[in-house]
């Protein structure tokens, strides 16, 4: 069976989400604690890490009230809201602590997902470079390589995601987004060899199976993509996935 068109890898999976908020450092805290904002700030991470996001933000409003320059409490802010989903206003809060502690790559990180969850790319771009110059961080180069990808700059985004693994060479999840990049640019054993190290690390991955899968048949390889796509399909929990897989086995069984 000879196929003459690419198959685009379905799942582009990111493992990290944002960056949680940092514990508070220790201070004196003054005779009337509801007027610290170390101490407003300390109950909305407790409420964040419960899942409480509503509660987080008041009580990191509190905090930014008590004082305007707290930076812990607008990066408790942003990553609140991000969680929710508010975009608009994690950057703005988010922006606030940049202008507070710029020497710091953790804002600049954060922005830059927010950022991207609003189609700014060129802009969360230019935050994880400014945090990349600060601090080594396999993270900061995963997230540049998932720009560079939406971007369509694939030598670049593989480029970046070298640059990962090289700083964390055992999270498996690079190197399904390495086997995703080397995919696009039609370097098919190179993706199956990818993925393959993957699944060392993670051998029940389901990510890292279907796209194994894809990228034999993208290799001309349909004999070994049919036992790899027909073990994983009974763990595809989505059901548009599930029927695209369902599709490209009856393609193999009948070129």
């Known amino acids: ?87 608009p206003q994690a950057i703005t809060a988010f922006e606030k602590a940049i202008e507070l502690r710029p020497q710091l790559a953790e804002p600049h990180v954060n922005i830059a997902l927010a950022l991207f969850e609003t189609g700014a790319l060129d802009r969360a771009e230019a935050e994880l470079k400014k945090a990349d110059a600060i601090k080594q961080d396999p993270n900061v180069n995963f997230y540049l390589a998932k720009i560079h990808f939406n971007q369509k700059k694939y030598d670049e985004a593989l480029a970046e995601i070298q640059k990962s693994i090289s700083l964390n060479p055992r999270n498996a999840g690079t190197y399904n987004i390495k086997g995703v990049i080397l995919n696009e640019l039609q370097r098919y054993p190179e993706a199956i060899g990818s993925f393959q190290a993957g699944l060392v690390m993670a051998p029940d991955d389901v990510s890292l199976q279907i796209n194994l899968g894809l990228a034999y048949v993208n290799d001309n390889e349909p004999a070994k993509a049919r036992p790899v796509l027909e073990k994983v399909l009974p763990n595809v929990k989505d059901v548009v996935l599930k029927t695209r897989i369902e599709d490209y086995l009856k393609s193999l069984k009948n070129p």
Do not use: W
């Not at 964040?48 to 987080?56: I, M, Q, R, S």
């Not at 320059?69 to 991000?82: D, P, Q, S, V």
């Open 1 to 87: 069976m000879k196929h003459k068109r690419h198959i685009p890898i379905l799942t582009f999976v990111v493992l990290l989400a944002f960056v949680a908020c940092p514990p508070a450092t220790a201070q004196r805290r003054p005779k009337h604690p509801e007027k610290d904002p170390q101490y407003q700030y300390q109950k909305g991470l407790v409420a964040f890490n419960y899942g409480l996001t509503d509660e987080a933000i008041r009580y990191g409003n509190l905090a930014v009230s008590l004082d305007p320059k707290y930076y812990e409490g607008y990066n408790l802010l942003g990553n609140a809201h991000y969680k929710k989903g508010d975009f």
